[in-house]
């Protein structure tokens, strides 16, 4: 699975200067002096705006059905299948820039997992609305409760390969930056992706096992 993945001011400057999209005010607004980003927590998502490529803020996780939990990973051998997440996956699908992200082996070790390629991950995902309940501070300006509809991410693991599968059994779906695009704009050829991943990474155990 992804449970945590981190960036880093360097992470962003590529991304920019790879992509094309400027995101840095966006993690300005972001940083709450961490580079993890966790679930339930808002993250920068790249996804397609009619003909063009977009950033945004969104947060990390569906509502589990009974409402108890998210489900932040979606398997991609079988999103397309679920109905969960069939309808993001043919139509809203989005990439999740990252420096790296983190894996626990059975021993609960920590592990950090980057590219040996390019400075940047770029993690398949896919998005949906759901309905959010206004905030506290929403509920005391309007005097009234209600809800709002919110955009959400899942992130796609796949089988794990190579190095990572030392660690763990899942990783995530891994793009090319060569790929993002295609995987963002070309509807037929979503299934192509799947469940493929990148697969060249290092890894090395962190001091903190957390």
Known sequence: MCGRYYMSDDTIWEIERRIGVRISQLWRELRD?????????????????KDYLNAEKMRWGFPDFQGKGLLINARAESALQKKTYRDSMLNRRCVIPAKGFYEWNSAKEKFVFESTEDPVLFLAGCYNWFESEQDSSAVRSTGTAGNQREERFVILTTEARGRAAQIHERMPLLLRAEEVRTWLFDNEKTEQFLPVSYTHLRAHETAANL
């Open 33 to 49: 002096g961490t580079r993890d980003i966790c679930p339930s927590q808002y993250a920068i998502i790249l996804r397609a705006e």
